[in-house]
């Protein structure tokens, strides 16, 4: 099993910028996979961003530019650095890590972004 936690939701400004991290903790063997997703009442949980094992990263059109994703792998953790954020980036921010081909999630972090 493999437990997740994340930190560094909150308000904030439009235009203004926060950090999530997610560290990750358990029968960890290999994150292949550690991202972002985020969702909002009534729509589907979608990919924000997302680095694999090799170093390879994919971010949302809609973010791109904007958000950034890195990892640290001595210490299992992702981060999601967010600057210029806008209202329509309001959202609970999911991490997600797949670990031995298994998907697992955080609990969720609350993103509100004011105009």
């Known amino acids: 099993q493999v437990q997740l936690v994340e930190s560094g939701g909150g308000p904030v400004q439009a235009g203004g910028s926060l950090r999530l991290s997610c560290v990750a903790s358990g029968s960890i063997f290999s994150l292949l996979f550690m991202g972002w997703f985020r969702q909002t009442p009534g729509k589907q949980r979608e990919l924000v961003a997302g680095?694999?094992?090799?170093?390879?990263?994919n971010y949302a059109d809609s973010v791109k530019g904007r958000f950034t994703i890195s990892r640290d792998n001595a210490k299992n953790m992702v981060y999601l650095q967010m600057n210029s954020l806008k209202p329509e980036d309001t959202a609970v921010y999911y991490c997600n890590v797949v670990n031995l081909n298994r998907e697992y999630w955080g609990q969720g972090t609350q993103v509100t972004v004011s105009s």
């Open positions: 680095t694999t094992s090799g170093g390879g990263t």
